[in-house]
C-alpha cells in the first residue's frame, strides 16, 4: 500500500509528536477558556517533523505488505477468440517504494504526500473460453503475473484537537491515484497479454487505489486508538508524577506543531497542589537557538517550584543529622568555646541536628541563571540518657545557583550553595553568638545537607518524550521563568511502533 505508508506515515508523525511530547489531555472546554493551565511547551520542527515521518513512512510499508487485495474477474470479448472468462486470484502488493514525501502543517489540518510511490504487486492468472471453430472444447489457461504500479500519489489531511482532554486525531480527506501500470505475464497466449491490459487494467489501479485508501484509514484510527490511550501522568518516584494533561488545542504552524500539557508536578495520591500559585506564563514559546533541532520542550519556573511544594507538603523535608564526616562536631564538647553554656549544660553528650524546611523552595530562573532559596530551621538537640532534648533553634535562609544537565530522557540538577543568613529563632540556654557557630553550620550544610539534596537531584525527572526515542545533543538555554531544552532525537528499534506502548522512561 504505497499510499498508505504516506498516510500512516503521516499519523505516526502526528502520533510521534505527541509523544515526542507525551502529552495528554485537556478539557475540551479549553477552547473557551483562552488561557489553560500549561506550564510545559513542546515544539516538533520541520526537521523533528521529517523525522518522525520517515519513520512512520517505513514502519507503515513494513506493517502493510504483503497486501492481499480483492479477486477481479471479468469476460472479456477477444479478437479471434471469442469471449473469454478470466480470473486474477492471490493479488498481493508485496513491495512499496516511496520515493518522496512531505509533511506540512496548515490551519486546517496536517497534510501527508506521497509522491512518486511504487508498488509491485504478484498474481495468479486463469482464462477459459468455447473453441467454437471445430468441435466445441473447452480451452483453458493458468499461470502468475506481475504487476507493476508506478507514479502513484498518496495524500491525506488529518485534523489534530484536543478533545476531552485527549489528542484527538481525524482523518479529514484521503486520495490515492495510480497513473501507470504495467503487466507482465508468465506463460500464455499471445493475445492474453493486450486482453489482460484492456480488461483489468483499470480494475486493478482502482482495487490498489482502494486497498490503500483503505488501509490509510485503518492506520490513522489505530494513531488516534494509540493518542487516546496515552497516560495522562508520567510516574517520577514513589511519590511524585508529573501531569502531563493536554491543555488548548495543537498549535500547527507551516513548519512545526506545538503542544502544550499542564506539566505540573502531582501527588502519585491524586492529590491536587494548591495550583493557584502558578501564574502562568503567557509567552511560553520553545525558542532554539538552533532551529535545526527536532525539539523544544520549554518548561515554565512553576514546574519546579510544583515539585518543590509537593515534597515539602510531603513533608520529606526533614532531615535528622547524626552522623556527619567529622563526628566529633556532634558532640558538645565541640562546642564548649562556641556555646559555653551548652557544654556547662550537657557536658560532652552527644548532639544531633533536626533540619526542616519552613516552606517550600523558592526556584526562580533568570537568564542564564537558576537560584534557589531555601528557608529551614535547624534545632540543636542534646541526646541525654535516651532523651533528644532540644536547646535550640536557628532559622537559615540558604541561597544556591543550580545548573541542569540531560541524563538521557531525563532533566537533571545541581545546586550549590552561594551564602546563607542565620538568625536566631529561640533558645533554651540563653544567648547564642551567631557568627562564631556559623562556620560549623556551614561545614554540616556543605557536607551533609547539599550532597543529599544533590543525590536527589542527580536522577533528574522525566521530560515528556514518548517511549523509544532518546534525546541527542542537547543544548539547554535558561531565560527569564524558563528553562527550554532543544535536541534531536534518535529512535531505538526496541520501541516497536506497531505495538506503542506509551511508556515512560
Ligand atoms: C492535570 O492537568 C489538568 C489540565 O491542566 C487539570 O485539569 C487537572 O486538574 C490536573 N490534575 C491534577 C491531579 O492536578
Ligand atoms: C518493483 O517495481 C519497481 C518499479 O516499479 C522495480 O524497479 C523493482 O525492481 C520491482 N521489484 C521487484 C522485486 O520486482
Ligand atoms: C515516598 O514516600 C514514602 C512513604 O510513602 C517514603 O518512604 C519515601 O522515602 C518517599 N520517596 C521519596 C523519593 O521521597
Ligand atoms: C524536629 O523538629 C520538628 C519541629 O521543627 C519536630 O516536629 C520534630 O519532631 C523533630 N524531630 C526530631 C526527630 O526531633
Ligand atoms: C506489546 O508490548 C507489551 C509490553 O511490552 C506486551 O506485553 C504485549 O504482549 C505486546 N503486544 C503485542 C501484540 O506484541
Not at 33 to 43: K, R, V, W
Not at 65 to 78: A, M, N, T
Not at 419 to 430: C, E, H, P, Q, V
Request: aromatic share 8%.
Amino acid at each position: 500500500m504505497a499510499s498508505p505508508p504516506a498516510p500512516a506515515a503521516l499519523l505516526l508523525l502526528l502520533l510521534v509528536s505527541s509523544f515526542l511530547i507525551s502529552l495528554l489531555v485537556v478539557p475540551s472546554q479549553s477552547r473557551s477558556q483562552p488561557a489553560g493551565d500549561a506550564f510545559t511547551s513542546i515544539l516538533i520542527s520541520q526537521n523533528g517533523l521529517d523525522f518522525v515521518k520517515d519513520l512512520l513512512v517505513t514502519k507503515a510499508i513494513a506493517s502493510a505488505v504483503p497486501l492481499r487485495l480483492p479477486d477481479i474477474e471479468k469476460s472479456q470479448k477477444i479478437p479471434f477468440v471469442g469471449n473469454v472468462e478470466m480470473v486474477l486470484s492471490d493479488i498481493t502488493i508485496y513491495e512499496i517504494g516511496v520515493s518522496s514525501s512531505h509533511l506540512r502543517p496548515g490551519d486546517s489540518g496536517v497534510a501527508l504526500v506521497a509522491s512518486g510511490t511504487t508498488c509491485n504487486l504478484s498474481m495468479n492468472w486463469f482464462y477459459s473460453y468455447k473453441n467454437t471453430w471445430l468441435v466445441p472444447v473447452e480451452v483453458s489457461d493458468k499461470g502468475g503475473a506481475s504487476v507493476q504500479v508506478e507514479g502513484m500519489e498518496v495524500g491525506l489531511t488529518v485534523g489534530l484537537e484536543n478533545q476531552e482532554g485527549t489528542l484527538k486525531l481525524s482523518l479529514m480527506n484521503s486520495g490515492c491515484h495510480v497513473q501507470d501500470i504495467s503487466i507482465k505475464l508468465d506463460g500464455g497466449a499471445a493475445w492474453l497479454y493486450q486482453g489482460m491490459v484492456d480488461a483489468f487494467g483499470a480494475q486493478i489501479a482502482s482495487a490498489v487505489e482502494n486497498a490503500i485508501t483503505k488501509k490509510l484509514k485503518e492506520g490513522i484510527s489505530k494513531l488516534d486508538s494509540l493518542l487516546q490511550s496515552l497516560p495522562k501522568e508520567v510516574h517520577v518516584d514513589h511519590n511524585a508524577s508529573l501531569n502531563v494533561t493536554f491543555v488548548n488545542d495543537p498549535q500547527l504552524s507551516s513548519s512545526s506543531i506545538g503542544f502544550e500539557i499542564n506539566g505540573l508536578f502531582m501527588g502519585r495520591q491524586n492529590e491536587i497542589l494548591p495550583n493557584l500559585y502558578y501564574h502562568r506564563n503567557q509567552h511560553l514559546s520553545v525558542l532554539c537557538r538552533d532551529p535545526a533541532k527536532m525539539l523544544g520542550i520549554t518548561l515554565d519556573e512553576a514546574v519546579f517550584n510544583s515539585a518543590s511544594s509537593l515534597y515539602y507538603d510531603a513533608k520529606f523535608m526533614h532531615w535528622t543529622v547524626d552522623k556527619v564526616p567529622d563526628q566529633s562536631l556532634l558532640n558538645t564538647a565541640e562546642w564548649r568555646f562556641l556555646i559555653p553554656q551548652l557544654y556547662k549544660k550537657y557536658p560532652n553528650d552527644d548532639m544531633d541536628l533536626n533540619i526542616s524546611l519552613s516552606s517550600p523552595p523558592e526556584i526562580r530562573i533568570s537568564e542564564n541563571n537558576i537560584d534557589a532559596t531555601v528557608y529551614a530551621d535547624l534545632i540543636i538537640d542534646v541526646l541525654e540518657a535516651g532523651e533528644v532534648i532540644p536547646v535550640a533553634c536557628i532559622s537559615l535562609v540558604m541561597r544556591g545557583s543550580g545548573s541542569v544537565k540531560i541524563l538521557q530522557n531525563n532533566l537533571a540538577g545541581s545546586v550549590k550553595l552561594n551564602d546563607f543568613a542565620m538568625s536566631l529563632k529561640w533558645s533554651n540556654i540563653g544567648n547564642l553568638r551567631i557568627y562564631l557557630i556559623q562556620p560549623v553550620i556551614w561545614t554540616v550544610i556543605e557536607t551533609v545537607f547539599l550532597p543529599y539534596v544533590n543525590a536527589h537531584l542527580a536522577k533528574g525527572f522525566p521530560l515528556p518524550i514518548i517511549h523509544g526515542f532518546t534525546l541527542q545533543d542537547a543544548d539547554i538555554v535558561c531565560s527569564a521563568s524558563t528553562i527550554t531544552v532543544c535536541s534531536d532525537v534518535s529512535y531505538a528499534e526496541a520501541g516497536n511502533l506497531k505495538n506503542l506502548s506509551m511508556r515512560f522512561l
